[in-house]
Every structure is written in structure tokens, then in C-alpha cells.
């Protein structure tokens, strides 16, 4: 089973599938791969009967996403959970060493 990273044409998101999957989102998307919480937001919107079809609920989605992704806060505030996630990774390699460390000396 062949696995392949995709980006969510909406928000962004990157993540690892199969072709299988990849397909059959790109089948009910118009062709565009969209990761599941923008896939289930322009369903949404349908089912609520917002919008009349799948390329107009999916063309407003897309339209939403942009507008939030070129949000200066929204692109602060992404980068700081960044900087966060790789200080905690780094806290908890830390952390880790530092615990092996004083089993060592026998504390």
C-alpha cells in the first residue's frame, strides 16, 4: 500500500495517505484534496443548505481558510505553537537526559 503526503488545499495541512484515500477525496473535492475537518466543513455547509453544490460550498471554504491563513494573529499565533512544540520536544529530550543523568550519580 503506497503512502503520499499531501497538502489540504484549504487550510494547508499536510498529511500522509494512502492513494486509495487520496483519490476518493480528490473524487467528491472537484480534484482537490482537503483533509478531513475542511472535507467535513464544506459538508457541512450542504447539509445545512447554505450552499446549493459541492463547488460552491468548496470554493467558499476555500475562501474562508485564506482570508483566516492571511490573518497576521492567526500567522503569529501558528508560529508560536511551532516555537512551542519544539521546545517541548527539546524540554522532554532534556528532561529524559537529565533523569538518566541522576540515576547515574545514584540521586
Avoid at 37 to 66: M, N, P, Q, T, Y
Avoid at 74 to 86: F, N, S, T, Y
Amino acid at each position: 500500500m503506497e503512502v503520499e503526503s499531501v497538502k489540504c488545499e484549504c487550510c494547508g495541512l499536510q498529511e500522509d495517505c494512502t492513494d486509495d484515500y487520496i483519490g476518493s477525496v480528490k473524487a467528491e473535492f472537484a480534484g482537490k484534496w482537503l483533509c478531513g475537518l475542511c472535507a467535513e466543513a464544506v459538508r457541512d455547509e450542504l447539509g445545512r443548505g447554505k450552499r446549493k453544490s459541492h463547488d460552491e460550498a468548496l470554493k467558499a471554504h476555500i475562501s474562508f481558510c485564506r482570508r483566516c491563513n492571511s490573518n497576521p494573529a492567526v500567522q503569529v499565533a501558528d508560529g508560536m505553537r511551532q516555537m512551542l512544540r519544539r521546545r517541548s520536544g527539546d524540554l522532554s529530550k532534556m528532561e529524559s537526559s537529565s533523569t538518566s543523568s541522576t540515576r547515574k550519580r545514584g540521586c
